[in-house]
């Protein structure tokens, strides 16, 4: 009987050894899976976090190129419009320039520009004043004395049929050639002038815009 409780009591302890070794097992088993679980859901949201990281770098490179390829496209149409302008004003101009000098008040403006630059700049003396065939008797008259008051000596008044608008004033070798041709042959100045002019009023009307949206915004009426 001693040797049979013996037996049991041996083999009680083997299984509860057995057991206690079977649990530890297990949780170290459960501990193993809980590490794994966790760094495979620490490694899943890094590697969401570089997806995500990654399409919004693509997103912002796929914006940055349309926007590129936006402003090329409007550089490239602004410069197409541009051209079109310039070249429409250019064909206009001497058009318009004759109006001018045919109505009597930008005639008499044209005229006193064209002195006040002369008497800038030419020796004093008889000057010899182109102007066009058709200008009035009374006004070479208001010319010659407009040069004589200003500090002038009278003009020699030459009516030269190749003038068609405006005045050519010449002393000395020098000249003031303020003619329609001379008004309008830099061509290319006058088309930058005009682009200036066109970048002008842009900028004046796209501030006036933000402006009144602005107003609109903080619910004042313009």
Known sequence: MTLERNERALIALVESACEQRRREILEAARRDADA???AAHAEARR?????FESERRLSRERI???QAHLETRQRAATQQRNTALVAAALQALPAALLARWRAPASR???ID??????LRALPQGAWRVSHPVGLSVDERARLAAAIVARGGTAPVLVADAG??????????GASIDATLPALIADREDIGARLLDRIA????????????AAHAQGAGVRP
């Open 36 to 38: 794994l679980r966790r």
């Open 163 to 172: 003038v068609e608008a405006g005045l050519a004033i010449a002393a000395d």
């Open 47 to 51: 590697a969401m976090r570089r997806a």
């Open 200 to 211: 002008r009023l842009e900028a004046s009307a796209a501030s006036a815009g933000d402006a």
């Open 113 to 118: 520009r064209a002195v006040d630059a002369a």
């Open 64 to 66: 940055e190129a349309a």
């Open 108 to 110: 008499e403006a044209w």
